[in-house]
Every structure is written in C-alpha cells, then in structure tokens.
C-alpha cells in the first residue's frame, strides 16, 4: 500500500515515542454494529461454555479469541485504509527495500472487569529494544477510554529501552491514553503498556489486532482454524495476512521457498 496519507510528523513520533493516535476512524454506526457482535459472541461463547480459557485468560475479563472466525464484520478491520499505511510504515521498516509481507499473528475482542487492577507493565514482542518493531498492535477503541474505564497506559519511547519494566514499579513518565470510541491506537509491540483499572462498571471493548513480520509465529494457526466458508470471502491481501502466504512447505519436496506467490494459493481449503 502507497505510504501517501502518512506524514513526516507522523512517522517522528511514531519512531521517537512509540505510539501514535488516530481518532474518528469509524462512524457511531460501525461501532455499534462492531459492540453488538461482540457482545452477542461473547454471550454465546458463555452459553456454551466456551469462554473458559486455559490459565488465567478470561477471568479477569471478557475476552474473545480469533475474531476473524467469530464473524466476518471484523475482518474489515484488518486493511482500513486510514490506519494500515501506517502499520506498514512501521513493520516493513528495516526489512528487505522496506517491502516485506507481515502478517496479523493475534485477533482479539477484550472487556475488563470493575476494579480488577492494572496490569503490569510488559512488551508484547518479546525482545526488549529491537532496532525495527517486531510487531505492531492496532487497539480499537470501541468505547471511550478514559481513567473510569481503564485506559490503557503506557510509556513514551520505551520501546528503545534494551531491559523490561519493572515489576510493581511506577513510572513518572507513564500516560494514560485518553480517547473517545471510534479511535485507533497504534504502538510498537517493545513500548512497555498495560491495561489500567477500570474504576466504573462501564463497557469498554476494545479489538486488539497484532501485525507481526511475515516469519515470526502467530498466538494461533489461522491458515488452521480459519472455515473454508470464510476463506472463499478473503481478498489476497487478508490471505496473506492471515499467514496463508508463508506456510512453511512439508518437505523440500512440496516446494523450497517458505513464501507462496498470490496466484498459488489454494482456491480451497477443503
């Protein structure tokens, strides 16, 4: 995608702080659509008893995993054109002329509970200070953030910082990310951030999309969990996002390049 809607102010303080904020990226109507899936999702998924995540995940929150096989309105979000230059500008950066596939390793819907406390500080690429980002993590904000609801903090270029953060230690230099429901906040996956508390019984959903460099390994495999229904709706560009691109062959006899060109994709995945 042309980089032409993505300014040199733009690219400087994603670069120096790590983050960067787009607001009014989706109309009251989308939103509203978008909140009512999930929360019909999340419901059915309880009726059915599966919202019972392994481990800790799900018992501090709503919690929805792989949206893109829960319904396809939220697939979309995936190539908006406001945000996606922006991705790109980032992920592809350091690659080869710039130009590299990436791909969406994780594909979240999330909804903390009341007074459930803060997170604590973390990266989500798993190697701190990287000298290009590793992953990139687009948050829909489908409610309004805000300290009643428990906006998500962080620390302005922290993501050049080669150590983790501290457990339990609060920073002077951490903000809270304040904006209304229809913006987008895009930071490197090194910036150390966290959910904070959220101090009302409010709605805060929030869609969490994590765009990673085409070889690194996704949370799950959606070239496997992804419904033959769904794929024949994919365009090229999301097949290649959802890692159908860059399948490692079986053997050397199958073929010897871990990338497949768009027109050798199967048609089908049945």
């Known amino acids: ?42 419901d059915k998924l309880k009726i059915n008893n599966k919202n019972i995540y392994s481990g800790e995940l799900g018992v501090n929150e709503k919690l929805i995993l792989n949206l893109h096989n829960k319904d396809k309105s939220f697939i979309k979000l995936l190539t908006n054109e406001t945000i996606l230059p922006m991705i790109e500008y980032g992920i592809q950066k350091g690659s080869y002329k710039n130009k590299e596939k990436y791909i969406v390793s994780q594909f979240t819907g999330r909804d903390p509970n009341v007074n459930v ?30 300290k009643n609801t428990g906006a998500t903090r962080l620390v302005p270029g922290s993501h050049l910082f080669p150590e983790y953060p501290k457990d339990g230690h609060k920073y002077k230099e951490e903000i809270q990310i304040n904006a209304k429901a229809g913006s987008v906040l895009i930071y490197n996956a090194g910036l150390w951030h966290g959910g904070g508390k959220k101090l009302k019984d409010l709605s805060r959903w929030g869609i969490i999309i994590t765009y990673s460099r085409w070889f690194l390994k996704q949370a799950f495999d959606m070239t496997k969990n992804t419904s033959d229904e769904i794929y024949q ?15 490692p062959p079986h053997d050397e006899n199958v073929r010897a390049k871990t990338i497949i060109s768009p027109e050798n994709l199967p048609k089908s995945l049945k």
Request: with cysteine; aromatic share 14%.
């Open 1 to 42: 995608m042309d980089n032409f809607c993505i300014t040199d102010d733009q690219k400087i303080f994603f670069d120096d702080q790590g983050y960067l904020l787009f607001e009014d990226v989706i109309s009251n109507e989308e939103i509203i659509l978008l909140k009512k899936k999930l929360n019909n999702t999340y």
């Open 117 to 146: 406390p803060e997170q604590q500080l973390h990266v989500d690429s798993r190697f701190p200070g990287a000298p290009f980002p590793l992953s990139i993590i687009a948050l829909w904000m489908l409610d309004d953030f805000n």
């Open 233 to 247: 709706t994919l365009t090229e560009k999301e097949k290649e996002l959802f890692g159908f691109s860059s399948v």
